[in-house]
């Protein structure tokens, strides 16, 4: 395939560089499965370049999917409801799904109906920033229900401004302090000292002296 992605037919390797190499491209292979493989004349660094672009932009448009759970008994007091669906909401604010899981234990597991009622009273209260995605159902022991945030009630954080920290000024150096010198007690003298012969110096001759 030539540089303007007209077909060239089959080529042997070197005619196929050697058209590479006067239209001052590359040689690429895009199809090795293929038989014969298929090449493309294209400037290689510009095809990498625009890939790269390529999929960043996608990775871009993909949403992380965060999912939270939130567990409960099914005998759930009032207060600690309240916290617990304060927990979701925020979740849910945050853009995460939020996974409500009600854990049966013992005979609880004879009034599911206790279960369905509590998740159905969640769904009613948080109905303003979530949606059921995945309605009440029994996995083993627990019941579970999948909220899905409503994309307005969906708050996006501001971008927090970058911290700059003022530069210290350099401290600057210490004043040299002459110290006194530190005094050392001589020995005194005791008795005649003996001198030792001084050692003759070495003298080196000079040549051409």
């Given at each position: ?76 007091d ?14 849910l ?23 369905r ?14 949606k ?31 911290r ?46």
């Amino acid at each position: 395939m030539g540089a303007d992605g007209s077909q060239v037919g089959i080529l042997d390797t070197d005619a196929a560089l050697k058209m590479a190499e006067e239209a001052d491209l590359d040689l690429v292979e895009v199809a090795p499965q293929a038989d014969p493989p298929v090449c493309r004349i294209m400037d290689y660094g510009k095809y990498k370049y625009e890939q790269a672009v390529k999929q960043k932009e996608a990775r871009k448009k993909q949403s992380q999917i965060v999912v939270k759970e939130m567990k409960m008994r099914p005998k759930i007091d009032r207060h600690d409801y309240e916290t617990k669906k304060g927990h979701v909401v925020r979740f849910l604010r945050q853009g995460a799904k939020v996974k409500i899981t009600i854990m049966f234990r013992g005979r609880e597991m004879s009034h599911l109906e206790l279960g369905r009622r509590l998740l159905d009273r969640l769904a009613e209260d948080v109905v303003d920033v979530a949606k059921v995605e995945v309605p009440a159902k029994v996995d083993g022991r627990n019941m579970t229900m999948v909220l899905n945030p409503l994309k307005e009630a969906v708050v996006q954080k501001p971008p927090q401004p970058s911290r700059i920290r003022p530069s210290r000024p350099e401290p600057e150096p210490a004043a040299e302090v002459d110290e006194p010198a530190e005094e050392v007690d001589e020995p005194a003298e005791e008795g005649p000292v003996e001198k030792k012969p001084a050692r003759p110096a070495k003298v080196t001759r000079a040549e051409g002296g």
